[in-house]
């Protein structure tokens, strides 16, 4: 019953910045809110598969994917059910609908999607050349 739902995305010019967010709400079958699992946030470009951009543990230790680490930081508001994507030094392979989503196992750390079953609608990221 978890969903998530995500905003922030546009078009951005190379090198720029945006900042995308992940509003969560409702609980699991054990009960629990969206902030007692890791989040993470993936991608998807047109023709590709969906990779791993970050994730973020309940007490907020991070960990990225190759191709945005130190450039991407994410970061959640457990209080207010919600994780954020900062996404800086933008470049044209960034373009890409963003997911958030939530993991299947509370504080289980992975970038496989299939560890994750809750996903939100997908926000779109535009970066031109």
């Known amino acids: 019953q978890v969903q998530l739902v995500e905003s922030g995305g546009g078009l951005v010019q190379a090198g720029g910045s945006l900042r995308l967010s992940c509003a969560a709400s409702?609980?699991?079958?054990?009960?629990?809110?969206?902030?007692?699992?890791?989040m993470g946030w993936f991608r998807q470009a047109p023709g590709k598969e969906r990779e791993f951009v970050a994730g973020i543990r309940w007490h907020g230790s991070t960990y990225y994917g190759d191709s945005v680490k130190g450039r991407f930081t994410i970061s959640r508001d457990n209080a207010e059910n919600t994780v954020y994507l900062e996404m800086n030094s933008l470049k044209p392979e960034d373009t890409a609908v963003y997911y958030c989503?939530?993991?299947?196992?509370?504080?289980?750390?992975?970038?496989?999607?299939?560890?994750?079953?809750?996903w939100g609608q997908g926000t779109q990221v535009t970066v031109s050349s």
């Open positions: 409702g609980r699991t079958a054990s009960a629990r809110t969206a902030s007692s699992y890791v």
């Open positions: 989503a939530m993991s299947r196992y509370g504080d289980y750390v992975s970038q496989w999607s299939r560890d994750f079953g809750s």
